[in-house]
DNA sequence: TTTCGTTATACCTGTTGAGGTATAACGAAA
DNA sequence: TTTCGTTATACCTCAACAGGTATAACGAAA
């Protein structure tokens, strides 16, 4: 064993979201319930994908709806299926710049990690 | 105005700590208390100038004391002045880790707000 | 052995927020 | 016009947590 000692092992870590001037925007959970609510064109089955209640999930969306400008998330009720949800053109640029900007976090953790052999 | 229209203002923000196998050990708030430990010598008057109580402040160093190995923090109590408080010197070298990580941190959020003229 | 200011710890309480449940609204299709 | 599954929203409850207050423990100095 060389320079370093027996070690408690550390980590470096976090999280990150994106944020208007009323608060938090969109961070990892908000960006997967999209990704998922854009696989399934339905909140409730979103929902139940993450494990979360409807509520919740409706909570979120509506929060991210009305602090964003433009809807990331359109939702119609009633007729054929019930209603459905889609995830707008805006809502998949979210999607494309907080993984993309999470990618480069995650190798920030990463990289510091290695710097803990402390 | 070129490519962006006029925008809503977003910013890339999070945050962070240094964790081990028991979960958060330190982040910013802890390493600010560490400083004030380091200048006055005191968990109260520590505390006092981060505007927390003196409880609030003890649970967080004994938090930090039990989960590290070795204390970043040791105290005395009884005798002149009534007690003390001071840094060790594996408390230093987190000030300094966390500091160090925590710069890297803030380029890459000031970095990703730039792109996000979205 | 009394004083004093700090460290250490027990105890109690209000708040807030997470979560579930219930129900209304809706519109296409049969 | 009835059915059906989903969206939308109101309402209620309970636990966890933040935070304050009170008090014990301590030891150097006077």
Redesign the interface.
Known sequence: MPASKKK??????????????EG??VGKGRIELLEKIKQYGSIRQAAMAMEMSYRQAWQLIDDMNTK??TPLVISTRGGKGGGNATVTEKGE?YIA?FN??NK??QQ?LAQ?TQ??I?
């Open positions: 408690l092992p550390l980590a470096a870590d976090g999280r990150i979201w994106i944020s208007t001037a938090k925007l964003a400008q640029q710049l993309s900007f480069k976090f920030l510091q710097h803990f402390f």
